[in-house]
């Protein structure tokens, strides 16, 4: 009965050993780390799997070149290739994104706004005002208030820079601080809210107010760059005409 039982004990704590391990496999940060992983890497944690050493796979986690890359979703990624500056980053999938942020981490060289090409620069653009135009009814905005014309490709490159800088600044201050507010909430509450009316005096709505009041004036304003103004577009696109001897 002893040697039974110390089988028992035995294959208990192996099978705790192995749910513990594979809980750790099934994380999607590990995932992560395994495409971040070189082959020397990737070799050691096979070993460490192999021999069912669980401490040793903590460490290669924490100890991990990439962790803090590794950690983050693809919509944590998406925001740190934005900030750097990654062309065409919102296309990519997160095997790519990884990859495209390990190499641009590694290189220790930072992308300046002015390093992209205007079509760069305005796909980025188009994006951050379809990602923020999810709001412009509730805080009165025209549809089209920021429409980029075609054209605009071949407009001078200050003047999309201008833009582009200048919808980095709304969109990750007044876009980001309306959206942080419809998060307190959950999306049929906020509708009820909407459609029984009389819940200007919750906390939340009126947050929710001054935030919509906030992006409003940020974008509806005589500041706003010339990318934007219908009558410096139509000027840029006349003098293009006059370029090409149209």
Excluded at 88 to 98: A, H, T
């Amino acid at each position: 009965m002893i040697e039974l039982a110390k089988m028992r004990s035995d294959i208990h704590k192996e099978v705790n050993v192995l749910r513990s391990i594979e809980h750790y496999l099934k994380q999607p940060h590990l995932e992560n780390l395994w495409i971040l992983s070189d082959d020397k890497q990737k070799e050691t944690f096979s070993k460490i799997v192999e021999k069912r050493d669980k401490q040793r796979l903590i460490n290669w986690i924490r100890n991990h070149p990439s962790l803090e890359l590794g950690e983050k979703t693809i919509r944590q990624l998406r925001d740190v290739a934005r900030l750097a500056y990654i062309p065409n980053y919102s296309r990519m999938d997160k095997l790519e994104l990884l990859i495209t942020l390990q190499k641009h981490m590694a290189t220790k060289k930072p992308v300046k706004p002015s390093d992209l090409t205007n079509r760069d620069m305005i796909l980025e653009i188009t994006k951050l005002i379809d990602e923020m135009c999810v709001l412009f009814d509730e805080a009165k905005i025209p549809e089209d208030y920021l429409f980029v014309d075609p054209a605009a490709i071949n407009f001078p490159k200050e003047v999309i820079l201008e833009a582009f800088d200048w919808m980095h600044t709304v969109h990750d201050d007044q876009f980001q601080k309306v959206k942080r507010t419809k998060m307190l909430l959950p999306d049929e509450l906020w509708k009820r809210y909407k459609d029984w009316g009389d819940f200007g005096d919750h906390k939340e709505v009126l947050l929710l107010n001054e935030g919509l009041q906030a992006l409003r004036k940020a974008i509806i304003n005589s500041g706003r760059p010339d990318l934007f103004k219908k009558a410096k577009v139509k000027s840029f696109i006349t003098k293009l005409s006059k370029e090409k001897g149209e």
